[in-house]
């Protein structure tokens, strides 16, 4: 394999989580007899540029599909982070009705309805169809496309740009990476403004977040590989920010080079400096990630033994791509864990894959009264243990995996 980045021939091994389903590729009850296909989850790094990356083992067009079950409005405080992204966007850089916002990988219309109800024009590209139309039915206008320099081209000719162009976790979703960003430098417009934001390496190597490996993930992205991706293009960052969202996430702003009004802010050297102290250009930084992850798993499983020895029930919560990725690397099966709740009901009454754990309702939980809950998506634990506070009623408790395991009474 060879970096999607810089060409150059892989030969480090970051970690190995075993093989697995995609992490999305829920079953149906009269799927549960057939095989499943299982696929490598194995992660490099590139010791010339350090983008870490898997390869395509899955194809993009295959996991981005009609039946994607992934849709972002289930969650109140990616909703709220939304907001609160307009706000700042519309006041810091004076958009209006004149204005055009574009955003990469738009989902169900959970950022681009904020601009709407301010009358800012705007524009969606998703190429799962099934978001896209609820999109399309909140009255956000829908690309239904992969975003790369095709779709870019043909854009520009129906003299459609953006003053702002947004992308919120979709950079480490594209195989290829150097097309993708090629295709933001040509429907920005000369002015325009780029913002991404994505999970930093940084906060996946030190927080031990080995389960935000997945097959949808082609990349795991440090800054330092970011800035070099863009310069590539002739694009340049000129500043950012680090937020708290998926575990620790970076939200960088990017113009052309040449549109210098746009000053650099010294965050930008900020960042590049706290990398290069804690070692990102350094193999020996990404050493003992494999061991970590394995003490991870043994927690976990013995915990989960012993509440099944004792004859306890256990529960999940957030069918989660992460959850899958821990389960699935645990080997945890439906003899540990009963059942998973998640709020979408397009989870519902299906199956994780190779697990086989079932996705019920809220209600289900209420009804079975665990006495242990496992919270998957860890990243939003405040959300769901305040949204579940009521398993405090049959003294039901709260258990963490990641970074390391902890219950919460």
């Known amino acids: 394999m060879n970096c999607r980045f810089c060409k150059t021939t892989l030969q480090h091994e970051l970690i190995n989580l075993g093989n697995a389903p995609a992490s999305n590729s829920f079953l149906t009850a009269d799927q549960l007899n057939r095989p499943e296909v299982y696929y490598p989850l194995k992660v490099f790094v590139c010791h010339k540029c350090f983008l870490v990356q898997i390869d395509e083992y899955q194809s993009s067009a295959s996991i981005f599909n009609d039946e994607y079950v992934y849709f972002s409005s289930y969650s109140t405080s990616w909703l709220n ?29 959970y950022l681009l309805q904020y601009f709407a109800e301010k009358n800012i024009p705007v524009t969606g590209i998703e190429p799962t169809k099934n978001t896209a139309e609820v999109a399309l039915g909140k009255g956000i206008p829908t690309i239904v496309d992969f975003f790369g320099t095709r779709l870019a081209a043909q ?32 429907v920005l417009k000369p002015g325009g403004i780029i913002t991404l934001e994505f999970p930093h390496l940084v906060r996946l190597i030190d927080g031990n977040q080995f389960d935000t490996i997945y097959h949808e993930h082609y990349s795991y992205l ?33 113009r052309h080079a040449g549109h210098t009004e746009l000053k650099i802010s010294p965050r930008v050297g900020e960042m590049e400096e706290q990398e290069m102290r804690k070692g990102i250009t350094t193999l020996e930084y990404y050493t003992g990630f ?24 256990v529960a ?18 439906s003899d540990l864990i009963d059942f998973v709740v998640d709020a979408n009901p397009n989870k519902q ?28 998506p860890w990243n939003i634990s405040q959300e769901i243990m305040k949204q579940l506070d009521f398993i405090k009623d049959w003294n039901g408790k709260f258990v963490i995996g990641i970074p390391e395991l902890r219950i919460y009474n």
């Open 316 to 333: 999940a919560y957030g069918a989660a791509a992460k959850g899958n990725t821990l389960l699935n690397y645990c080997g945890i099966k």
């Open 81 to 109: 982070h939304a907001r609160q992204y307009t706000e700042m966007m519309t006041q810091r850089f004076a958009l209006g009705t004149e204005s055009s916002v574009m955003e990469i990988a738009s989902n169900d219309g």
């Open 222 to 254: 440090s800054f330092y590989t970011v800035k070099r991706i863009f310069a590539a293009q002739q694009l340049e960052i000129f500043d950012l920010e680090e937020l708290a969202t998926h575990g620790g996430s970076l939200r960088i702003f990017a």
């Open 155 to 186: 854009l520009v000719m129906e003299d459609k740009q953006a003053d702002l162009l947004v992308g919120n976790n979709v950079l480490a979703h594209v195989p290829d990476i150097v097309d993708f960003v090629a295709g933001m430098k040509i």
């Open 349 to 376: 009454n299906k199956f994780l894959p190779a697990s086989h754990i079932p996705v019920v309702n809220e209600s289900y939980l209420k009804e079975e009264k665990p006495e242990y809950v496992v919270i998957l």
């Open 290 to 313: 494999q061991q970590r992850a394995l003490k991870t798993k043994l927690e976990l499983l013995e915990f989960l033994i012993k509440q099944k020895a004792t004859r306890k029930k």
